[in-house]
């Protein structure tokens, strides 16, 4: 099939062949999580911002464009292999204006770019010089297109496993298919997930009363009395009047046994901070929280099994989450956190002696969403990161401190300065040092990768601790932009679980 025109971004997004993706002659399925690559409409919106990924499919070989494996940091070479399921065979495009575009691996946490300088190499975005870091796309026929670099004019090429930068002289090797990564669709699904399962589990109110709230007045009788109970918060409960009082510090303690659930989808509390301190057993869900005084929700002290579900949290000036001093088996799932300088500490330097045996949290499916910095900040813990979406973090995502063990699996990462932040200089690090060990997760437009992480054992697993459902990198963005925050999950389910 010959496609007319020669606009790359209108002539793609007309080709769109309602088959199984036709490699070098061969009709070719993948069968695995990747399901079907289907040359997508959506590659008319390549931008800077998109979620898509791309596959670079060579006519002569029907192998795919892809980073070798191992070479985590600095420049690193590509070759050619056979498509599998790893991120190191994804590419973005990012808009450089004017039709061209720089291609950046998604497995490199500094966006690598395809660059001319060193041929067959990848660089990092800080390596000086751009024109060859810039490609312009022609098409050619039967969909594949010429690939060129736009300061020496030539075009990416393949010779066997090989690739290069060489003068066009129309070989198939020099033609390339670009398929949109289209995942095996999956559900979401909202069962409590991570150490919030652990050591008995988190019940919240289960068997208790079920009361409803829709005053500050009720909202703070409830959550202080003693027994289990379910509060169903209903409209908005504005604690500013009071909490701008003098003496009123904001913030309001919740004791043991209980579940908190905001109905429908604009249950909403404003101006305060929950705290949760030598308590147990705590479930919050479909809530949304802003303009707390300090931080929005504060678990500390020894706190036990706590479930965060499907909140939306913003405008806390210390924090949206911290999780400190001693504070343990705790989950959270599925919540939107955004727009603030802060996510939260899952851990404090300082506490070495209250969090060195504690601060187990697990991090699913969240939206982190405009922040600045500790997304989260990790210290001490055994922390688990898993299909998490982060966009717009302007400082550093994953803060690594002393004595923290994380492991991040799946996430999918699109802008950030910088994804990992090593804080090697704070107390403890030299005797106890913070490591974090990542399968699986896809990294676009993050600026900068200086960062160095100690190379030691992890030493310990999620799936020795407890029963958990991943969903494949590609799914995530879609998957979590759809079904984290509230107005996602209904009342009466949420009632019944877990």
Not at 146 to 159: G, K
């Amino acid at each position: 099939m010959d496609v007319a025109g020669t606009d790359f971004r209108s002539c793609l997004s007309r080709f769109r062949p309602n088959f199984h993706l036709l490699v070098a002659g061969f009709l070719f399925f993948h069968p695995l999580s990747y399901g079907e690559f289907a040359l997508g409409k959506r590659i008319s919106e390549l931008s800077g911002h998109s979620d898509d990924l791309y596959l670079l499919v060579n006519q002569a070989t029907g192998k795919t464009l892809s980073t070798v494996r191992g070479q985590s940091s600095g420049a690193a070479q590509v070759e050619l292999t056979q498509l599998d399921d790893t991120v190191s065979q994804l590419w973005a495009f990012e808009d450089a204006g004017s039709g061209r575009f720089r291609i950046a691996n998604a497995s490199s946490k500094s966006g690598r770019l395809v660059d001319v300088p060193s041929i067959g190499k990848i660089f990092k975005k800080a390596e000086e010089g751009t024109g060859g870091k810039e490609w312009t796309l022609e098409k050619v026929k039967n969909g594949y297109f010429r690939v060129v670099n736009h300061r020496t004019e030539r075009s990416l090429s393949a010779d066997g496993k090989t690739v290069s930068c060489r003068h066009y002289t129309k070989e198939s090797g020099q033609h390339w298919a670009i398929h949109r990564a289209v995942p095996t669709p999956e559900r979401p699904d909202f069962r409590m997930m991570g150490w919030a399962t652990a050591q008995g589990g988190t019940t919240g109110g289960k068997d208790g009363r079920v009361v409803k709230v829709s005053t500050p007045e009720d909202f703070e009788e409830y959550i202080s009395k003693a027994e289990p109970l379910i509060i169903l918060v209903e409209g908005t409960l504005d604690f500013r009047p009071v909490s701008s009082k003098p003496g009123n510090s904001g913030r309001y303690h919740i004791s043991s046994d209980k579940t908190i659930l905001g109905l429908g989808d604009d249950a909403q509390i404003l101006g305060a901070e929950l705290r949760l301190r030598r308590v147990r057993n705590v479930i919050i869900r479909n809530l949304k929280l802003s303009e707390s005084p300090d931080t929005a929700i504060a678990i500390s002290t020894g706190t036990t099994h706590v479930w965060i579900d499907h909140c939306t949290i913003s405008g806390a000036p210390d924090g949206l989450i911290d999780i400190t001093t001693g504070a343990d088996f705790i989950t959270v799932s599925w919540c939107h956190l955004k727009n603030a300088d802060r996510m939260g500490l899952t851990g404090r330097v300082n506490n070495k002696e209250t969090d060195k045996e504690a601060i187990r949290v697990t991090y699913h499916h969240n939206w982190f969403d405009n922040l600045r910095i500790r997304v989260p900040y990790g210290a001490w813990g055994k922390i688990h990161l898993f299909n998490n979406y982060y966009t717009n973090i302007h400082q550093y995502g994953i803060g690594i401190a002393a004595g923290v063990q994380i492991v991040s699996e799946n996430s999918f990462w699109n802008g950030a300065r910088r994804s990992f932040f090593v804080r090697d200089k704070d107390d403890g690090w030299k005797h106890d040092p913070g490591t974090i060990t990542d399968v699986g997760s896809i990294f676009t437009n993050i600026l900068i990768d200086d960062q160095v992480v100690p190379n030691i054992p992890i030493g310990w697993h999620p799936e020795n601790e407890y029963a958990y459902t991943k969903n494949h990198t590609l799914n995530v963005p879609h998957l979590v932009k759809s079904g984290a925050g509230t107005g996602i999950i209904r009342p009466a389910d949420a009632i019944k679980s877990p």
